[in-house]
């Protein structure tokens, strides 16, 4: 709603405030320096008033008039002066906005000519110009697929060469490695040949009665005092000689007698014999028939001395089989003794066994049946006969707490290559017979 002070302002003549007097600038008189100039102050009332049409918008001059008309006199204060703009300040302000105004119908000028004007549209791609970009395109598609099939081929050339040579390095290690494995198989072998040397060796030396120091301190009192009991003086070094040469007579008699100087409990002279075998070979007619005797063949054989003759022999069927003999007495077994005949005179030696078992039992009942054996046989030994050894070969007891006996089984399960008969020439056994022999029985 419009005050009374807007509308009295309302009524007076408007004046632009960009009109410039026509009184001529040297004509007007100067101003006063005393009185200062009044500044045009616009107030707003606030009072209700009955509504009325929004007058028109009035200049700054005529509304500062108007307000000054209908302003209080309690509001018509006197305020501080201030100077006025210089010229030139004035002139260059309304020039920035003049060129502010151009510079904007400008942009609109311009932006009308381009929607009134628009730009025509852009000629069709030239056929040619695309047929040749296809072609560039093709061109380049072309060159990438050789690149890329030439450094294929060049990568299976690489995977081949690299194939091969490590395929020959492998075979070049697998070569060298066989070949060290086969010189260390061999090295093993002849160090188990020296070992088995060896273990004989040792064997045969623990089988030798070798004296000890007490003992031959005792043994020379003895034979001190047989030979100075009849010459009444101190013994001298013939009468020693003479005792060597008695005792080394006696030694090469027994070993003369039997070859190994031990005891045979189941030689046949002594009263051993053979009570069971599997089956005997029958040679047909020809070499082999004089040479094993015939058809006739004793089992005794087997318990007696051979005196190192080929075919003084009793010949067994097969690779396979078994001899049980009955002993002189019944003894303590210490060891077994397996003979053939020797390789300087043997024509064929694939007859000798060669994987062995001995099993002994008592034998209290004459005639008991094999199932009665069968429940009393106890393992003694297992060994093997090698014919690179010497032709009597002696192994010892390995069954603990071996009892009394009186019956000796030996199962052969393989031989040396023949495949139609197995010759055993004598089997001895071994050991010393019980202080008591009234306990009698095998204690296992």
Same mark, same amino acid.
């Given at each position: 709603?419009?005050?009374? /002070? ?15 007097? +026509? ?179 040792? +064997? ?26 009849? /010459? ?213």
């Amino acid at each position: 709603m419009a005050s009374p /002070s807007l509308a009295a302002a309302a009524a007076s003549p408007a004046t632009s405030p960009l009109t410039l007097d +026509a009184i001529p600038l040297a004509s007007r008189p100067p101003p006063a320096a005393a009185a200062p100039r009044k500044r045009p102050v616009l107030l707003l009332d606030t009072r209700p008033h009955p509504a009325s049409p929004t007058p028109p918008l009035l200049s700054s001059t005529a509304a500062g008039a108007a307000a000054a008309a209908a302003a209080p006199a309690h509001a018509r204060r006197k305020k501080p002066s201030h100077p006025p703009k210089p010229r030139w300040q004035t002139v260059l302000s309304v020039a920035a906005k003049n060129a502010a105004l151009l510079a904007a119908l400008l942009y609109l000028g311009d932006l009308a000519w381009r929607w009134s004007h628009p730009p025509p549209p852009s000629p069709p791609p030239d056929r040619a110009a695309l047929e040749g970009y296809a072609a560039r395109v093709d061109e380049v598609e072309a060159s990438l697929s050789r690149t890329f099939r030439m450094v294929q081929v060049q990568l299976e050339a690489v995977d081949r060469k690299i194939d091969g040579e490590v395929g020959a390095a492998r075979a070049d290690l697998a070569a060298l490695l066989e070949e060290k494995r086969l010189a260390l198989e061999g090295g093993l072998a002849r160090l188990d040949a020296r070992a088995d040397e060896l273990g004989d060796a040792l +064997a045969g030396l623990g089988r030798m009665e070798f004296l000890r120091k007490d003992e031959f301190e005792k043994f020379w009192e003895e034979v001190k005092g047989s030979l100075a009991s009849g /010459s009444g003086s101190e013994v001298d070094l013939d009468q020693v000689r003479a005792l060597a040469r008695e005792i080394a007579m006696r030694e090469i008699e027994k070993h003369a007698a039997d070859g190994i100087g031990r005891v045979d409990y189941a030689v046949a002279s002594g009263g051993g014999r053979v009570v069971r075998h599997s089956e005997p070979y029958v040679p047909k007619r020809g070499i082999l028939n004089g040479w094993l005797g015939g058809g006739n063949a004793d089992p005794q054989k087997m318990i007696q001395p051979s005196f190192g003759e080929p075919g003084q022999c009793f010949p067994l069927q097969g690779s396979s089989g078994f001899v049980e003999i009955k002993l002189k007495t019944g003894i303590i077994p210490e060891a077994v003794t397996l003979e053939h005949v020797s390789k300087d005179v043997a024509y064929d030696r694939s007859t000798a066994p060669k994987g062995c078992r001995v099993y002994g039992w008592y034998d209290e009942t004459p005639g008991e049946t094999q199932s009665g054996h069968a429940a009393k046989m106890a393992a003694l030994a297992e060994f093997t006969y090698d014919l690179d050894k010497n032709n009597i070969q002696t192994f010892d007891i390995t069954a603990p707490h071996v009892g009394m006996i009186n019956m000796i089984r030996l199962d052969f399960t393989s031989n040396h290559g023949s495949s139609l008969l197995t010759c055993i020439y004598r089997l001895r056994v071994h050991g010393h017979e019980p202080v008591s022999p009234g306990t009698a029985g095998f204690q296992a």
